[in-house]
């Protein structure tokens, strides 16, 4: 009746993650039609039915539809606390979003102490919920910290690195109100070395989500700093983040992103790809003069040979 199937912990770990992934889909839609619906009808009903007594009323409603309910809610605090990847995040965060925004019917619905189990429950599941993103995003740093390629993109281009990771910060961003929710108040871990200030991240004034975002994208800019290093060529190395960090900070300025970090980091990045530029055309320009300086040019009395001559 409500429309998923209920599994135990041991039958979701055996899951593959294209299975999973539809049963989660499938619980989205069963979650909200159960508590607006049929939940909320049955409460209704017994109110009604039993109005003349208010212990009859609760003993009746609980006997329908705890079991369900507990069995509903359980199901997303199992799957959070499966194995964990960045790509799973963002269905974690649509059901961890989804019970939020249902909570006020739920707590509605379930206000009883004959229904207190199902609150305990849904409590249990948003925790484990909110840790499962955690890890996930801790994953996914990791994942940025341990990509190791040594190829070179062609004339200096946008390397597939900064193209998957902003592109994941950006999804992530869509969901900053949840995010904020979930992401803990606690200090990020020393800062990877990198020559932009890190003070970006530290601030104190920034938002734990501002700041976890910043610092995503610093451990990015880290790589491509390194991946620069693998130029022979000082301007092609230049070049590379000029177009890689130009692309970070477009992609910040034309997504969600730019809500959730400041004018200043904008502006501090900005200044940054300026920077580059002026130092490749300092190099181009340094390069030019050398080729010129080198070229032999006849001389006025070797002009005028080669032209009697003829």
Not at 107 to 117: G, I, K, Q, R
Not at 128 to 134: A, M, T
Not at 137 to 145: A, C, H, T, V
Not at 294 to 300: D, E, R, V, Y
Request: proline share 3%; hydrophobic share 40%.
């Amino acid at each position: 009746q409500l429309g998923f199937e209920n599994l135990s912990f041991s039958q979701i770990q055996k899951l593959e993650w294209e299975v999973m992934e539809k049963k989660i889909r499938k619980w989205l839609r069963a979650a909200r039609k159960a508590v607006t619906t049929l939940f909320y009808g049955e409460r209704i009903l017994s109110d009604h039915v039993f109005s003349s007594s208010a212990a009859i009323r609760e003993s009746s409603f609980a006997g329908i539809s705890l079991q369900s309910a507990l069995a509903m809610f359980s199901f997303p605090g199992n799957m959070a606390k499966c194995r964990k990847s960045p790509e799973k995040i963002f269905l974690t965060l649509d059901v961890y979003q989804s019970i939020t925004e249902l909570l006020p019917k739920i707590e509605e619905v379930f206000s009883s102490d004959s229904t207190s189990p199902v609150r305990s429950q849904i409590a249990v599941t948003l925790t484990n919920l909110g840790e499962g993103v955690i890890s996930m995003m801790d994953e996914f740093e990791s994942s940025i910290s341990k990509e190791s390629s040594k190829s070179l993109i062609s004339g200096g281009g946008i390397h597939q690195l900064t193209r998957y990771v902003m592109n994941f910060i950006v999804f992530l961003a869509d969901y900053s109100d949840t995010l904020s929710e979930i992401i803990p108040k606690t200090p990020l871990s020393h800062s990877p070395e990198e020559n932009s200030s890190s003070g970006d991240v530290n601030s104190s004034s920034s938002s734990p989500l501002e700041k976890r975002i910043a610092w995503l994208i610093l451990f990015l800019l880290c790589k491509i700093d390194a991946k620069s290093r693998l130029y022979n060529d000082v301007a092609l190395s230049y070049l590379f983040l000029i177009n890689n960090l130009n692309y970070v900070v477009v992609k910040v300025r034309t997504s969600s992103l730019k809500e959730i970090l400041s004018n200043d980091w904008l502006e501090k990045h900005e200044a940054k790809v300026k920077k580059y530029v002026a130092k490749f055309e300092e190099i181009v320009w340094g390069e030019m003069m050398v080729m010129v300086a080198m070229t032999s040019f006849p001389t006025a009395e070797e002009e005028a040979e080669e032209i009697i001559s003829r």
